[in-house]
């Protein structure tokens, strides 16, 4: 039995930041971010939208009636949780509709979530062929005003639905994960943004996709050449890319040029939103598999997953014949191209104007399941 991803959507808000823009208002040289680190626009998301209404949009367009029903769990990963006890996947359950007999939880370990839901995934469906498992990668990448992150940032979801007989990609059972405990990155509790060591996240992040790729080509004999493709986490674009030829150096000029190739396709999306934190990696997918003009069905496409503090991991999957029709491409790219493009002062204005989830308010916010009042600190979503 093959398992795998069935469906996947994305969704980002519909305000963002030109990155030139803001690289003459930081006083930068522009071409440090859109060359160097590889940034060209990023998402971003007012206060009445938060990781539940970016699920939502993302999860509830792919999902059919016949979904919801064998739907048996609810993953959400994310590191942009708007409460300290009760679960957004319970929201969302709710929320989508889907039958009540369902296990519903957050993950938490920072970029790396989702990747840990996909995998308990892949074993409970091997338990329960007939089931489905709703998988939604939802953050809202956040550093501040004027801080060395702030060209990194970015907001949205990526859902996915895991099942037997997927149609875009069946998923290998020859995963290696690594943990290391490094404070390169972390939010203490009480802190608004995160705490990070460039230099040192850079570095850890490039010798940890070294790690896991010597570990899997030991267990596993493959090398880049069986690969049609390799996807990574990528906080900035280049990122990605630093890692990969750290090792990649190693290889012949045309299967750099090939690999290289497709990670450019990868990233076509992620230059336009920025860092989706636990959605980094499977908009990178979806960008390469709506862009790439080359793939073909049983490619072995590579996946990288990375999460600050650390848990990295490495997996494969195989493209299904007939995936192209499983995608939204046009869908894809409309949301892109339709966004309003704030100035500096409207995109500095959505930092200030804080959610107080403390004081009763009412919100008016076009946008659908944004967050319509705060009442007794409950969030009420403008619902279907």
């Known amino acids: ?7 996947i959507n994305f969704f980002v808000p519909s305000y963002f930041m030109d990155m030139t823009d803001l690289a003459h208002a930081r006083n930068v040289d522009p071409n440090k971010f859109l060359i160097g680190i590889g940034q060209s626009q990023m998402a971003v998301a ?11 949009n993302a999860a509830l367009p792919m999902l059919s009636p016949e979904d919801k029903a064998a739907i048996d769990m609810v993953i959400v990963g994310t590191e942009s949780s708007i409460d300290e006890s009760k679960a957004s996947a319970i929201v969302l359950h709710r929320m989508l509709g889907i039958q009540p007999f369902a296990r519903s939880f957050e993950i938490k ?113 493959l090398t880049f050449a069986d690969f049609a493709a390799m996807t990574f986490h990528v906080p900035y674009t ?28 990868s990233i076509v999306y992620s230059r336009r939103v920025g860092n989706l934190y636990t959605g980094s990696l499977y908009l990178s997918l979806i960008s390469l598999l709506e862009q790439s003009q080359v793939l073909k069905a049983a490619d072995r496409i590579g996946l990288f ?11 494969s999957g ?15 790219e409309d949301i892109l191209d ?40 409950i969030r009420h979503y403008n619902e279907l």
Not at 1 to 7: L, P, Q, R, S, W
Not at 46 to 56: E, G, N, S
Not at 245 to 265: F, N, V
Not at 349 to 372: A, G, K, P, R
């Open 109 to 221: 370990e920072a970029c790396y979530g989702a990747t840990a839901g996909v995998q308990l995934a892949l074993g409970h469906i091997q338990r329960n062929p007939k089931s489905k498992v709703l998988v939604v990668a939802s953050d809202n990448a956040r550093y501040g005003l004027n801080s060395g992150g702030e060209p990194t940032q970015g907001a949205g979801a990526v859902a996915m639905l895991i099942s037997a007989d997927p149609h875009i990609l069946r998923l290998h059972q020859d995963t290696v994960s690594l943990t290391q405990d490094i404070y390169d990155f972390w939010r203490p509790i009480g802190h608004e943004y995160p705490l990070v060591e460039g230099a040192l996240s850079n570095q850890t992040y490039i010798e940890s996709f070294g790690k896991v790729w010597t570990e899997y080509q030991t267990r596993t004999g």
């Open 238 to 265: 280049k990122m990605g890319k630093k890692a990969m030829m750290s090792e990649l150096e190693k290889e012949t000029p045309e299967l750099q040029e090939r690999l290289l190739a497709r990670y450019e396709e």
């Open 318 to 332: 195989e493209l299904v014949e007939g995936y192209e029709a499983h995608l939204a491409k046009e869908l894809h």
């Open 338 to 377: 339709n966004r309003y493009a704030l100035s500096l002062e409207e995109y500095e204005q959505f930092f200030t104007d804080t959610l107080l989830t403390d004081q009763d308010q009412v919100f008016e916010d076009s946008q659908l399941f944004s967050i319509q009042s705060i009442q007794n600190t």
């Open 46 to 56: 007012p206060k009445t939208q938060d990781i539940i209404t970016f699920a939502m």
């Open 305 to 315: 997953s990375y999460g600050s503090g650390t848990v990295a991991e490495f997996f």
């Open 1 to 7: 039995m093959h398992v795998g991803i069935d469906k």
